[in-house]
T-cell receptor, first 116, second 111 residues
Framework: EAGVTQSPTHLIKTRGQQVTLRCSPI?????VYWYQQALGLGLQFLLW???????NRGNFPPRFSGRQFPNYSSELNVNALELEDSALYLC???????????????FGQGTRLTVV | QKEVEQDPGPLSVPEGAIVSLNCTYS??????FMWYRQYSRKGPELLMY????GNKEDGRFTAQVDKSSKYISLFIRDSQPSDSATYLC???????????FGTGTRLTIIP
């Protein structure tokens, strides 16, 4: 069974540009989480999607946005890139917690974004 | 105060030793507890998953959850150099579905 897949694996962008990162969850998972992991920092929660809706977002500016498609895949969009946006962007998926116990979250390998 | 506290280390132990990694948390709504291993420049890999209190064992790894103390642990027996990585605890609740992570403990196993 395929795990969480993210694309692209690496990306170099110029300050001010826009970027779109993609995530395909494990089959059957409806919840998708996005995290930013900057060098030397922990995982910072960005967004949580479930059943196509944004359920929660972290303390990031509005230029970070995303969406979840009917097939539960997800995109993360970052506009007006800044140098400090350089980080590993991680996507994870899980079953929703309500009524289930097998809700462990699995991560993809991440997209490493470098802003120059 | 952070919702989840984890000693960032670094922690260095000799090969074969028992390693104990810990997290404390403040939110009693957390019900699901996970431990991840993350190698440098890679995504986190799920090691252990526990629902509510109790122990869970998988090979050389044992996860413990004490909800009354809001304390979780990961034990690694017969530690190997390949266990050298950053270990992250994570947790979520029925309603608080957002995964909340500790800052991670950097572990080095010395051959």
């Amino acid at each position: 069974e395929a795990g969480v897949t993210q694309s692209p694996t690496h990306l170099i962008k110029t300050r001010g540009q826009q970027v779109t990162l993609r995530c395909s969850p494990i089959s059957g998972h409806t919840s998708v989480y996005w995290y930013q992991q900057a060098l030397g920092l922990g995982l910072q929660f960005l967004l949580w999607y479930d059943e196509g809706e944004e359920r929660n977002r972290g303390n990031f500016p509005p230029r970070f946005s995303g969406r979840q498609f009917p097939n539960y895949s997800s995109e993360l969009n970052v506009n007006a890139l800044e140098l400090e946006d350089s980080a590993l962007y991680l996507c994870a998926s899980s079953f929703p917690s309500a009524g289930q116990h097998n809700t462990e979250a699995f991560f993809g390998q991440g997209t490493r974004l470098t802003v120059v | 105060q952070k919702e989840v506290e984890q000693d960032p280390g670094p922690l260095s132990v000799p090969e074969g030793a028992i390693v104990s990694l810990n997290c404390t948390y403040s939110n009693s709504a957390f019900q699901y507890f996970m431990w991840y291993r993350q190698y440098s420049r890679k995504g986190p890999e799920l090691l252990m998953y526990t629902y509510s209190s109790g122990n869970k064992e998988d090979g050389r790894f044992t996860a413990q959850v004490d909800k009354s103390s809001k304390y979780i642990s990961l034990f690694i027996r017969d530690s190997q150099p390949s266990d050298s990585a950053t270990y992250l605890c994570a947790m979520k609740g029925f309603v608080l579905e957002k995964l909340t992570f500790g800052t991670g403990t950097r572990l080095t196993i010395i051959p």
